[in-house]
């Protein structure tokens, strides 16, 4: 696979080295070494570059080569059985797990008292409470995956990242199967109601994803303890859930960048965050993006 590089933005670059010296008239890459870090599984080109004086116009055309290239951006999002239902990498927090749950739970003890009482008409009424939940719960989701949608919007993003619905289960096999199914449910309904958008839904092998610091890129078991996460590194603390969903989107990032064809067709990506976007090198670009 040929490999494609992340440069910075347009708009940026000359604030950039990139910009001061490579994508400049007055230098000129004389060699450069390409670089492995393990962690983020991810390779850096360090370019050395020496001053030309009169410039050879060719080589400097040869230089902007990267200039077509499209860049996407993504948010990642973690979802979860327990806190809240759904965490963006934008730092949002959609709907309530415990809610959703709590809900459910009453519906079963209803219904288990219903079951025991044992008539007829209880079991009519086990039918139509039934009946009402299952209409509450898919109208939540819907009303969850709508939120999500809105906010992919706000953040101006190409497409939403999940985890894959094979390692979520993996993650939530202890979790009752109604919370499998939401999850799973969720996952479809906001699939579906992107189809006549611009966005796209994507997923991802998790992996690490909630012990990887999203800050520095360590990767540690012990740095997160149910819902709170604080690196062992560099002492980053954060919600366990929002560190997860920037991994996420990151992920979706290291992998256009090795060369994966992205749902966008891009060659480059960057993850939204907060208050901007970051690129896989790291390197944050404040809001507004996306101009020039
Ligand atoms: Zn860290």
Redesign the pocket.
């Known amino acids: 696979m040929f490999p494609e590089y992340v440069v910075p933005p347009e708009s940026k670059r000359e604030e950039t080295p990139f910009g001061r010296y490579y994508d400049s008239d007055e230098w000129d890459a004389s060699h450069a070494t390409l670089q492995y870090d393990e962690l983020a599984d991810e390779f850096y080109l360090h370019v050395t570059t020496k001053h030309v004086g009169d410039a050879d116009s060719e080589r400097q055309e040869a230089a902007h080569e990267d200039d077509g290239s499209e860049n996407g951006v993504v948010l990642g999002v973690d979802l979860n059985v327990n806190g809240a239902f759904a965490v963006t990498s934008t730092g949002v927090f959609i709907g309530s797990a415990d809610h959703l749950t709590h809900r459910r739970n009453e519906f079963e003890k209803r219904r288990g008292r219903l079951q025991q009482i044992g008539t007829r008409s209880a079991h009519l009424t086990i039918q139509s409470i039934g009946d009402r939940f299952s209409k509450w719960s898919l109208d939540w989701l819907h009303n969850r995956a709508n939120e999500l949608i809105a906010e992919a919007k706000r953040s101006d993003v190409h497409g939403i990242v999940f985890e894959n619905l094979k390692h979520i289960r993996k993650r939530i096999s202890n979790a009752a199967k109604f919370q499998q199914w939401a999850v799973a449910k969720f996952i479809k309904l906001v699939e579906y109601k992107v189809e006549d958008t611009v966005l796209f839904v994507d997923t991802v092998n998790p992996a690490y994803t909630s012990q990887r610091?999203?800050?520095?890129?360590?990767v540690h078991e012990d740095?997160r303890s149910d819902k709170s996460f604080e690196?062992?590194?560099?002492?980053?603390e954060v919600n366990a859930d929002y560190n997860a969903a920037k991994n996420i989107a990151n992920r979706y990032c290291a992998y256009i960048h090795r060369g994966q064809k992205s749902r966008g067709g891009w060659a480059t990506c960057q993850l939204a965050l907060k208050s901007g976007t970051l690129n896989v090198n790291g390197d944050f670009n404040a809001s507004p993006r996306l101009e020039g």
């Open positions: 610091c999203s800050q520095c890129g360590f740095s690196c062992l590194k560099c002492d980053y």
